[in-house]
């Protein structure tokens, strides 16, 4: 045996005796102490208000794109333990009504931004596309004390966002996207909110890498220097990611991309992968598609098969294509003719997943019937009745929205007031039932002490004291915009010069408003409208009513759209 073999011999024995267990052992504490604390229902981070009383636009700092596609963007701050909203880019056509909606996260060290191209695209196809931030990344990094990887927190910002969007959009249905460490957390949400997605597209979502002992023992050893010290692992994942020079530069540049991490959310992030096994057998009745790139040299495509043939739904599929590690992401740097077609075939299988209309009429046909009875006891006082026919009724649907809102006033007239709250919850954010979708929010609105319409998306901040505004206020009688945003968020930059092309348009005729959720009464402006991500435009009309609430920063053009809706005729 020579000098080389012993070396390699040497190497081999202290990985399987020595740092193996240290790496197991310290795995394991993460994953502990990650799970203690379960995925916490997240409380808003609220905001305050800065009129435009003389007409002119306030200062502050959003972004948006310029082509024919909203470039929207939205994010707010905090953790799991007090959550906030999260940072949002959406891209919405304003020359075509979407079929429907989807929500993308991005993969480890990007941000919501690297689905720009992608998002485009989809939304001239006819699909609403929305990003957020995932916590530790993005604008993140900018928030004092969010800086830190946080999948609970995270989770939380895609139910918020899931029904926030769900709430602006009530007929639309909603699909979830995500692209390696997005498509892990992804397939978490799924598991989690089933009945918040009508469809999961999962892109090389498996913990299985190449190079993982390498990896392994760079993490051990940048451990034994500190578990919160920063170190570059970015550099060595973008070597495997791709071979492209121009990805690789713009991903090493672009300051919203974050190369640096600590190796503490390291082993958090590949304990959060490695239990995603157990999450896929939870899925069981969602559609799933699942992409994996035949050249992918960061992601073994035999662990994101693995993960396939464990999902429980049978609506489900798997597509290998020609492409890197990124397959939806960063597509300004990729060959375009594969990204085209990528992107029509995921369009096209989003599209044979949109729920039927003539079925969704029958059943709703069927429901109504049902339900007949026991709306006939709650109309005669006969609530005690009505509870355990609704109750029956929900054990064979439970997706059954309309169910959901009459159990909730049973139990309300019977003073049942925190069951009742469950109830008109889960109405609302299952969105199927328009027809009783506003009443449900207003019974929230009364439980929680709120003079507002719109459904709620998270329980209100307890902290935040509770002093209604009246909207005719606001309005003074002019057509106003609300616009929801902070100044860390780098999302929010161009909402300045957006509103001062605005004021030149349409001068007196509108009123423009900006509300910093970072201040108290921004806070209390949040909580009355039930603001989910950041920004968030709310187009009000000369009486205060809403008539249109627009998530994420858009393109004037479809700003102006929007303002529209308002403007007298």
Same mark, same amino acid.
């Given at each position: 045996m020579d000098g080389k073999d012993t070396v390699l011999v040497l190497r081999e024995t202290f990985y399987k005796f020595l740092f193996l267990p240290v790496f197991a052992a310290l795995l394991c504490s993460t994953a502990a102490e990650a799970n203690s604390g379960g995925t916490n229902s997240s409380k808003k981070h609220h905001k305050s208000s800065k009129s435009d009383s003389s007409n002119q636009p306030s200062s502050s700092s959003p972004s948006q794109t310029s082509d024919g596609t909203s470039d929207q963007s939205g994010q707010s701050a905090n953790q799991s333990k007090d959550a906030d909203s999260p940072p949002c880019l959406s891209w919405i056509s304003p020359g075509a009504k979407p079929r429907a909606l989807l929500l993308c996260i991005h993969g480890l060290g990007l941000y919501?931004?690297? *689905?720009?191209?992608?998002?485009?695209?989809?939304?001239?196809?006819?699909i609403s596309v929305y990003a957020i931030d995932v916590r530790g990344f993005g604008s993140w990094m900018r928030k004092g004390g969010k800086d830190q990887v946080d999948f609970d927190g995270c989770l939380n910002d895609v139910k918020t966002t899931l029904l926030?969007?769900?709430?602006?959009?009530?007929?639309?249905?909603?699909?979830?996207?995500?692209?390696?460490?997005?498509?892990?957390?992804?397939?978490?949400?799924?598991?989690? !909110?089933?009945?918040?997605?009508?469809?999961?597209?999962?892109? $090389?979502?498996?913990?299985?890498?190449?190079?993982?002992?390498?990896?392994?023992?760079? $993490?051990?050893?940048? *451990?034994?220097?500190?578990?919160?010290?920063?170190?570059?692992?970015?550099?060595s994942i973008v070597d495997q990611a791709t071979a492209n020079p121009k990805l690789r530069k713009d991903w090493a540049d672009n300051p919203l991309d974050r190369m640096d991490l600590s190796p503490k959310e390291l082993m958090q992030f590949q304990a959060f992968m490695n239990d995603n096994h157990d999450c896929a057998k939870k899925i069981t009745s969602v559609p799933v598609l699942m992409v994996q790139g035949n050249n992918d040299k960061l992601v073994k495509p035999e662990g994101t098969w693995d993960l396939f043939n464990e999902i429980e739904s049978e609506q489900k599929s798997f597509l290998a294509v020609p492409s890197e590690h990124l397959i939806y992401e960063e597509q300004q740097d990729k060959e375009r003719i594969y990204d085209h077609r990528i992107d029509q075939m995921t369009a096209a299988w989003i599209f044979c997943h949109l729920p039927n209309p003539s079925t969704a009429a029958a059943v709703a046909e069927v429901r109504t019937s049902t339900l007949a009875g026991p709306i006939d006891m709650i109309a005669s006082g006969n609530f005690a009745d009505a509870k355990p026919e609704l109750q029956k009724l929900l054990e064979r649907e439970p997706?059954?929205?309309?169910?959901?809102?009459?159990?909730? $006033?049973?139990? !309300?007239?019977?003073?049942?007031?925190?069951?009742?709250?469950?109830?008109?919850?889960?109405?609302?954010?299952?969105?199927?039932?328009?027809?009783?979708?506003?009443?449900?929010?207003?019974?929230?609105?009364?439980?929680?002490?709120?003079? $507002?319409?719109?459904?709620?998306?998270?329980?209100?901040?307890?902290?935040v004291p509770n002093n209604p505004i009246n909207r005719s206020d606001l309005t003074q009688g002019v057509p106003t915009v609300l616009a929801f945003y902070a100044p860390w968020i780098e999302q929010c930059r161009d909402i300045v010069p957006m509103f001062l092309q605005a004021r030149q348009r349409y001068g007196n005729r509108l009123k423009l408003i900006q509300v910093d959720i970072d201040t108290p009464d921004g806070k209390n402006l949040v909580g009355q409208f039930n603001i989910g991500p950041i920004p968030t435009f709310v187009f009000l009309t000369a009486s205060g009513g809403v008539a249109k609430t627009r998530i994420g920063m858009s393109s004037f053009i479809d700003f102006a759209k929007n303002i529209t809706t308002i403007l007298p005729r």
């Open positions: 919501s931004g690297s *689905y720009a191209n992608f998002g485009k695209r989809l939304a001239r196809l006819g926030a969007i769900r709430t602006a959009n009530p007929k639309l249905p909603i699909f979830l996207l995500g692209e390696s460490m997005g498509g892990a957390i992804a397939l978490r949400a799924t598991s989690l !909110y089933p009945d918040l997605i009508n469809g999961l597209i999962s892109a $090389v979502p498996s913990g299985d890498r190449f190079k993982q002992k390498k990896t392994d023992l760079k $993490v051990a050893f940048q *451990y034994l220097k500190g578990a919160n010290k920063q170190f570059d692992v970015g550099s997706l059954n929205a309309e169910a959901h809102y009459w159990l909730g $006033v049973a139990l !309300y007239k019977s003073r049942n007031v925190n069951a009742a709250q469950k109830e008109f919850e889960t109405c609302v954010s299952l969105g199927n039932d328009p027809l009783h979708l506003r009443d449900a929010a207003n019974y929230l609105l009364a439980i929680k002490g709120k003079d $507002v319409s719109l459904p709620a998306i998270i329980p209100g901040d307890s902290s």
